[in-house]
């Protein structure tokens, strides 16, 4: 049974694997990340391993392939939210998506800092974060690993509120600025 404490854990675990393998692109000992967060390698893997994150031959490899829900259809909890791993590398990204209500192509460049540019400048973000995991900012409820998706605006993403009820619905920046948060909660945690 995975208990909330095993959860936020594991959230914690994995934003130090992202930030330390340069979002997967250099693996990493488990001694290594498990120093790094002051916990027991054996525990290490277990909490990676409730994430999803592959270890092989004691790296970590970040390799969270596709994955199906109980019911047979992607479970979106395994996918790794951009802004935070723009965050995480201190990498520009260019994200290039289509919004699935109009079709419209949708394209945003950001950095850790700020976004460059939103087309069409009226694309929003919405995310949903994942059930039992809070991090307390503030007084402010702040998911700790989000599914995000983007839209050409906010009439295009009132369906998926409807099907969402605890999503949100922010424009690019405010999106990053939500993530930017969420990055700063996950680096003030205390060593578990």
């Known amino acids: 049974?995975?208990?909330?404490?095993?959860?936020?854990?594991?959230?914690?675990?994995?934003?130090?694997?992202?930030?330390?393998?340069?979002?997967?692109?250099?693996?990493i000992a488990i001694g290594r990340l498990a120093a790094t967060v002051g916990m027991d390698p054996g525990e290490a893997r277990r909490l990676m391993d409730l994430m999803g994150f592959?270890?092989?031959?004691?790296?970590?490899?970040?390799?969270?392939?596709?994955?199906?829900?109980?019911?047979?259809?992607?479970?979106?909890?395994?996918?790794?939210?951009?802004f935070l791993l723009a965050i995480a590398t201190g990498?520009?990204?260019?994200?290039?998506?289509?919004?699935?209500?109009?079709?419209?192509?949708?394209r945003?460049?950001?950095?850790?800092?700020r976004v460059l540019?939103?087309?069409?400048p009226q694309a929003v973000v919405a995310a949903a974060g994942l059930p039992g995991i809070d991090l307390a900012l503030r007084g402010d409820y702040v998911e700790a690993l989000v599914c995000s998706q983007f839209f050409a605006s906010r009439e295009a993403a009132a369906g998926w509120l409807l099907d969402n009820i605890d999503g949100r619905v922010l424009s690019v920046p405010e999106?990053?600025?939500?993530?930017?948060?969420?990055?700063?909660?996950?680096?003030?945690?205390?060593?578990?």
């Open 108 to 113: 945003v460049h950001f950095t850790r800092e």
């Open 175 to 192: 999106y990053l600025g939500h993530a930017r948060r969420m990055a700063a909660a996950l680096e003030a945690w205390p060593t578990i």
């Open 54 to 82: 592959a270890i092989r031959d004691g790296l970590v490899l970040m390799d969270r392939g596709p994955r199906q829900s109980s019911d047979g259809d992607p479970d979106d909890r395994y996918r790794v939210d951009l």
């Open 1 to 27: 049974m995975t208990t909330r404490t095993d959860r936020t854990a594991a959230v914690r675990i994995a934003w130090a694997a992202t930030k330390l393998t340069r979002a997967g692109r250099h693996p």
């Open 117 to 120: 540019s939103v087309d069409p």
């Open 91 to 106: 990498e520009p990204v260019h994200a290039d998506a289509t919004c699935p209500v109009t079709g419209t192509r949708v």
